[in-house]
């Protein structure tokens, strides 16, 4: 569908339009009377979310690519149907293809709060079965409104089980790495990416002054980002997942990375929303799972 197709279809005044951010990038921005936020078609990658009178909650590399094929960097790129590397064949790409294919918007809506819903699903191909040979339906739901609302929301439509790998890999704005703690991981277990894949247990809050990669297991907890710069506290509550990473990348691996610039790594932190290694779903036949997260933004005293 090109541009004015989307928009003689999908456009709603006072909440959403569609227009190219880049050549052969369409993307959906959203307006209304809470929020601007803005969403690629490529990947259904949501790459700005900012409630009226905050300033924006989600990070944006100046060096992220809007290009075909290419994972934007920052956003909440959507990792599926696997999470990092994947299992058995190092060249399929790194958390799988659904971040950087072109997904249908299946249909828009402006909700009686005054937020605005929009709905995706992947366009599947074969080469794409081909990768991950299972029948499944992917859909990606957001509402933008004075919270963010995301389900990723998978169907088996097939007649047999499969595992999933999944992740919301949310890119957040903070202040700078060294006014922020990350709440709500006290007591958890995790792999230390950074540590051989260590077997460690988190104790108090998280505070970055190094590379950190670690995936926490078996926790549903809300995770808060207090940060203290930009005198704000992110919550970020979720369903559906087990999962929770957290990862900076810090100054050499920013360096090797080439798209987030300088200073990129003080500027953001990821929490993502996920269900990693031990902790992958198995989806019976004609079972629908839903990854949900809800995002919100409130001043610290
Ligand atoms: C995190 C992983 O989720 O994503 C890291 O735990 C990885 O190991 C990071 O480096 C970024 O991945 P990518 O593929 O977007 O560069």
Redesign the pocket.
């Known amino acids: 569908m090109d541009i004015a197709e989307l928009n003689q279809k999908h456009a709603i005044a006072n909440h959403v339009a569609f227009r190219e951010i880049a050549d052969g990038m369409p993307a959906a921005e959203i307006s209304n009377a809470h929020a601007k936020a803005g969403i690629a078609l490529q990947g259904a990658h949501l790459y700005a979310w900012q409630p009226d009178g905050h300033e924006p909650v989600i990070w944006l590399s100046e060096f992220a690519k809007f290009a075909p094929g290419k994972?934007l960097r920052g956003g909440i790129?959507v990792c599926w149907p696997w999470f990092?590397p994947h299992d058995s064949d190092s060249k399929l790409p790194?958390?799988g293809y659904a971040r950087t294919s072109m997904w249908d918007v299946v249909e828009t809506a402006a909700l009686p709060d005054g937020s605005t819903q929009i709905r995706f699903e992947l366009a599947q191909t074969n080469q794409m079965r081909e990768q991950w040979p299972h029948a499944a339906s992917v859909q990606l739901q957001i509402s933008v409104g004075r919270t963010l609302q995301v389900s990723l929301i998978t169907a088996n439509t097939g007649d047999s089980p499969f595992t999933l790998g999944e992740?919301l890999?949310t890119y957040f704005r903070i202040g700078d790495v060294s006014n922020v703690a990350i709440r709500g991981l006290d007591g958890c277990s995790y792999i230390d990416?950074v540590a051989d894949a260590a077997h460690q247990v988190q104790h108090g809050d998280i505070v970055i002054d190094n590379e950190v990669?670690r995936?926490y297991l078996d926790t549903d907890a809300d995770c808060i980002i207090e940060d203290r710069g930009l005198k704000r506290a992110i919550r970020i509550a979720k369903q559906g997942s087990h999962s929770t990473?957290v990862?900076n990348?810090w100054i050499e691996k920013a360096e090797k990375?080439g798209d987030l610039g300088e200073d990129g790594y003080r500027a953001m932190v990821?929490v993502?929303s996920a269900n990693a290694l031990d902790n992958v779903v198995s989806i019976a036949p004609n079972e629908t799972h839903h990854l949900s997260v809800i995002y919100s933004v409130e001043p610290l005293d």
């Open positions: 994972s790129p990092g790194a958390h992740a890999h990416k990669d995936v990473v990862w990348p990375m990821c993502e």
